[in-house]
């Protein structure tokens, strides 16, 4: 049996693949959405919600910089 982090990454590489193969199916934002709810699973995280409202309150982060500026594209 594979440890989690190699199912993991068979995880990524399943999207990945599926991208290629279909891209209209799997534009860039969906495509990095899918494997962040991946990433964020193995983490822990229940809800992209839980996670990026950890985010929020760490003020050096990409996202909480991007709130407060105001350039945050849903």
Known sequence: MMDKELTLLDRIEEIRQKAAENPKS????????????????????????DWTDELKKHPESSYASRLAENRFHI
């Open 26 to 49: 799997y534009p860039a934002d969906y495509t990095a959405r899918l494997i962040s709810a991946v990433v964020a699973e193995y983490m822990g995280y229940g809800s992209r919600k």
